[in-house]
């Protein structure tokens, strides 16, 4: 007979590494683990050796090699959710439920997990819940323990989605996503389809358009980067990972508008040269992935996507990947890992994703909302899009607001708009007495009252020694312990290295452990130190800014640190660097 | 690689020339500068993982691993100063304060010289393992394991080709491990010892030096092995 097992492997007859991500995701929905069968079976059909599944299984949060309950319900405690009582709701549902975090009920039916930030900040506190044999969904705002457990709740309340103009956010409705027919004709494709790609990568140059991710790399640099490297083969990957705590601005575009991110990544493909496109979107946007799909479906029924696009020879596939609980994966090169079937380690730098990416083929990875920036530029010109913000920061913004703001959500700003502005004018004023903001989410730095008045662009948050980031601004009153704050990021950062780079590897666990005790004397030395070496002699972006908010505390907020100045090393050499 | 073309710079105020594709830690090493090593191997891929080896080039934002860095053109590198100096000195104490180094005298020797203080992380969680002894040919102490993947790489597709071995977990809690934790026995391993000669450390240990070590004779060593293998020829 048949089995269940039989029926998923055997379709993926034929199929190689790459295909290990989306096979054990089959598995894993289907059983609620992976066991050692079902890996024997993997094996034999991947031909990739048992060691190595069992490794990626091990990385991955959302991968289990043991039995877990009917449903897995993981709350968020991060700190927007720890603000809005994460705790308390995990400690009850722990009681209710009688077992401890990371258990599961005697009956079979719950296991209940801490899960990292969900991007549901404006709706904290959030839940994803795997529900076996049918797979993820999130719930936001959770109300009670109660709800979580008796299936209640099952939707996420609609984002506020507003700002001081729409263009990446044009016809966005917080509650359905735009279908064909409203999005209209990809007509920025089918005019960047009767240009040459030289003259596409130069209006996307002369735009000014700087990556939304985090790196803010010119756009028009990178694709020109890969279309110059040698190869039959590029890829265009769109990196929907969003995993940046305090950051949801991808989901709303995700979940609202996957045809402007669509018609983006086709004009990218063909400036860039390639032929073959991923989006990988995180395993715990279960929402942003179904529409995506359904996106991606009629794209390709309407002739925007497949072979000879509108006939011009131009030919485009994309394939949607789903992660399985990793942020690291939103570093481009571990990103290509998970793609290629393997844990989720970045590689060594050079060689670029440019010059050798996915499968060793030059490669362009774009944040969605950069891409969701370009079929603006191309329908309406460089200059019309240089226009909006200012010389170094071009182009409509998105920000994720989210804390103490009495109207958190996403917000379109024109980049020069000062902090206090967006605070007091668009999300309706802080709630209480502000004591800080953290800009650029769990790698950014905090931004003080006196600092309100800095204009949110690259270039004057860059001069102040903070940063864009990720576009995430999370607001603090003066009821908040910062120290639970650094420590909720240091737990982020510790449950999230991969594990490759000792610095790391040990100085995340490290810093957690020393945020979490009553302070002894030399720990604010200590927390200099690790944060210094992390920074200076980590492999790669995750590790080089895991200590940034708590480095960038230690100037700001000392008071956090006061109990431990008393052992005579001070912080005389915080400002060495 | 060209080798043909070559390029110049400053390495600790000395200039030299060397192949374009070089490693700053070969051409270090080829002016006898002595830039330390933990995970670096030469007959296995570099990965740069324990980043011991980072030295300051051209006073740049982040350190380079000089073990993967290729020699760039007109560059000024110090494979020692302040900013090495502590990045090597914290690792070492974090190392230190998570993984038995008893048996690693040459990780004690860079503690010695980097002045790092083995007491510097107090009521840290060490990485605990029990010794595992799941075959005759070798013992596992994963709590001397400093995760140079050296072992896992040999298994594999630097060597051996027989991917007994994989890297489990993640950040802190990473470790090797066989698939689902099988012993030995069970697994491809071929024993070929590859493995063991590439451990900086002694967390793999053929078992008759591990079987000395603790006190017992040749006999009594060969004893328990030749028990252990009957014992599981009977279970089968």
Redesign the interface.
């Known amino acids: 007979m048949k089995t269940m097992l039989d029926s998923i492997v055997s379709g993926y007859a034929g199929k190689r590494r790459e295909a290990l991500l989306p096979l054990l995701w089959e598995v894993q929905t289907a059983y609620g683990f992976i066991s050692?069968e079902a890996?024997h079976a993997v094996s034999h059909t991947l031909r990739v050796?048992?060691?190595?599944?069992?490794?990626v299984i091990?990385?991955y949060s959302l991968f289990h090699?043991q039995p877990t309950g009917e449903r897995i319900i993981r709350v968020c405690a991060d700190p927007v959710c720890g603000m809005h009582g994460a705790d308390t709701l995990l400690d009850d549902l722990c009681q209710r439920l009688d077992i401890s975090l990371g258990e599961t009920t005697t009956d079979g039916q719950f296991t209940v997990e801490r899960a990292p930030c969900l991007g549901l900040c404006d709706h904290a506190p959030a839940a994803l819940i795997s529900q076996r044999g049918q797979g993820e969904s999130a719930v936001a705002p959770i109300t009670s323990a109660d709800s979580l457990v008796d299936g209640t709740l099952s939707r996420v309340a609609p984002s506020v989605i507003e700002g001081e103009l729409r263009v990446l956010l044009e016809g966005v409705q917080p509650d359905h996503a735009q279908s064909l027919a409203d999005y209209g004709d990809y007509a920025a494709l089918r005019k960047a389809l009767g240009l040459s790609p030289e003259a596409v990568i130069e209006a996307v140059s002369q735009s000014g358009l700087i990556g939304r991710g985090g790196a803010a790399f010119p756009t028009g640099r990178k694709w020109q980067g890969a279309r110059q490297s040698a190869s039959d083969v590029r890829y265009l990957i769109c990196n929907a990972d969003e995993s940046e705590p305090g950051t949801f601005k991808d989901r709303v575009l995700l979940e609202g508008c996957p045809h402007r991110l669509i018609e983006g990544i086709a004009i990218a493909a063909y400036a860039a040269g390639a032929g073959q496109g991923y989006i990988f979107v995180r395993g715990e946007y279960p929402m942003a992935y179904q529409r995506l799909q359904a996106a991606l479906d009629e794209a390709h029924a309407a002739g925007w996507l497949g072979e000879n696009v509108l006939g011009t020879g131009f030919s485009l596939h994309i394939e949607l990947r789903r992660g399985a609980g990793?942020y690291i994966c939103g570093e481009e090169t571990a990103l290509f890992e998970a793609i290629e079937g393997k844990?989720g380690f970045p590689r060594?730098k050079?060689p670029y994703p440019t010059v050798a990416g996915l499968f060793g083929k030059p490669t362009v990875v774009n944040n969605v909302e950069t891409l969701c920036a370009v079929p603006d530029i191309i329908a309406n010109g460089a200059e019309h899009f240089r226009n909006r913000g200012t010389k170094d920061s071009a182009g409509s913004k998105l920000v994720s607001v989210s804390g103490h703001v009495r109207r958190p959500g996403v917000y379109e700003i024109l980049p020069g708009l000062p902090l206090r502005q967006l605070l007091e004018e668009q999300c309706g004023g802080v709630e209480g007495r502000l004591q800080a903001v953290l800009m650029g989410g769990a790698s950014g730095t905090f931004l003080m009252p006196d600092e309100l008045d800095t204009p949110l662009t690259f270039e004057n948050l860059r001069a102040i020694g903070s940063t864009f980031g990720s576009g995430a601004v999370m607001v603090f009153n003066d009821t908040v312990d910062m120290r639970d704050v650094l420590t909720r990021l240091a737990h982020f950062f510790?449950?999230?290295?991969?594990?490759?780079?000792?610095?790391c590897?040990?100085?995340?666990?490290?810093q957690l452990?020393i945020l979490k005790?009553t302070p002894?004397p030399g720990d604010t030395q200590?927390l200099h130190?690790?944060g210094?070496?992390m920074?200076?002699?980590?492999?790669c972006g995750l590790g080089?800014t895991a200590a940034s908010a708590i480095l960038s505390a230690m100037k700001k907020l000392p008071d956090v640190f006061d109990r431990d100045t008393h052992d005579g090393h001070q912080q005389d050499n915080h400002a060495d660097? | 690689m060209d080798t043909s073309k070559t390029i110049t710079l400053t390495i600790d105020g000395q200039e030299v020339t060397v192949p374009e594709g070089t490693t700053l830690l070969e051409a270090a090493r080829q002016l006898g500068s002595d830039v330390p090593v933990i995970c670096y191997h030469e007959a296995t891929t570099s990965n740069g993982l324990c980043r011991i080896c980072v030295v300051d080039v051209n006073g740049g934002r982040v350190l380079q691993p000089a073990c993967v860095a290729a020699c760039q053109a007109g560059a000024a590198v110090s494979t020692r100063n302040g900013r090495v100096e502590r990045s090597r000195r914290t690792i070492l104490e974090m190392l230190n304060s998570a993984v038995d180094l008893s048996a690693a005298p040459e990780i004690g020797a860079l503690m010695t010289d980097y002045q790092a203080d083995p007491q510097r992380f107090p009521e840290a969680a060490a990485r605990d393992h029990e010794l595992m002894d799941d075959n005759p040919f070798y013992v596992r102490d994963y709590s001397q394991c400093v995760l140079c993947w050296r072992c896992v790489q040999v298994c594999g597709s630097d060597a051996q080709y027989t991917f007994a071995l994989t890297l489990d977990g993640r950040g802190y809690d990473t470790h090797v491990s066989t698939a689902f934790s099988i012993p030995m026995t069970e697994s491809p391993c071929v024993f070929c010892g590859q493995c063991i000669g590439v451990c900086p450390t002694g967390a793999l240990k053929p078992k008759i030096e591990w079987g000395l070590e603790k006190g017992l004779s040749h006999d009594e060593i060969r004893q328990m092995t030749r028990q252990k293998r009957r014992r599981k020829h009977m279970d089968e």
């Open positions: 050692a890996v050796p048992e060691a190595d599944i069992y490794g091990g990385f090699d990793a844990r060594i050079p510790q449950h999230e290295s991969c594990g490759k780079c000792f610095p590897q040990l100085g995340t666990q490290r452990e005790r002894l200590r130190d690790i210094r070496t920074t200076e002699a980590s492999l080089q660097h």
